[in-house]
C-alpha cells in the first residue's frame, strides 16, 4: 500500500501555524506568522526536495492550505518550485467546497478527510503522498494511524502560542530514522510509527 509522508515547519514547541507569512493565518488571534522566514538554506532544500521526490505520487491538502499554496506559487515565475508545483496532482480535502478546483491537476476528495483519503489508498494502493502543513487534515489523518512518515522542520524558536501539530492526539511511540541539522538550526528530522518496525 501507498505510503503518505507529513512535511511540516514546527518551533521547538511544537507550533506548526503560519510559518511562511505574517498574513498565513491569524486564526485565534496568532499573531506569529512568518516565524520561519530567514532559516531557509540550501540543506533544507535538498532534504526537503530529496523527501518529497521519495514520495512521488501527489499532495495531500486541507482546504485551507490548498488555497493559500494556490494564491502564492501558480503566480510564482522566478523558482522552479513552482513547475513542480504546478505538475504534481494535488488531492485536497474538503467538507465545505465542490465543484472544480481552480489549480491545475487538481482532484476534490469531498466529505469526510479520513474516509475520502482511505478510499483513495483502496482505489490507487501504490499511490505515495505527501502532506504540506494543514494541520487540521494532518491531526485526522494522525488519529486514524494513517500517516507513514514525518519529516519534522524543527526550528530553533520558541513562540508560546498557537497551533501545535500534536494537539489532542493519542499517545504515539515514533523512531528517528534520519535527522540533518541545517547551517541556520532548523533540525531535520525524519521519524516513522515505532509499530511499522
Known sequence: ???IAAVVSVSLDGV???PGRADEDTRGGFTHGGWAQGYADPEQGRVIGEHMAAFGGGLLFGRRTYEDFYGVWPHRTDNPFTEVLDRTDKYVCTRTQSGPLPWQNSILLAGDAVASVGRLRAE?????LVVLGSGQLLRALMGAGMIDEYLLQIHPLVLGSGQRLFDAVETSALRLTDSVTTTTGVVMATYRP???E
Do not use: K, T, V
Open 1 to 3: 500500500m501507498g505510503r
Open 16 to 18: 506548526m501555524q503560519g
Open 124 to 128: 490507487q494502493p501504490e499511490l505515495e
Open 194 to 196: 515505532a509499530e511499522q
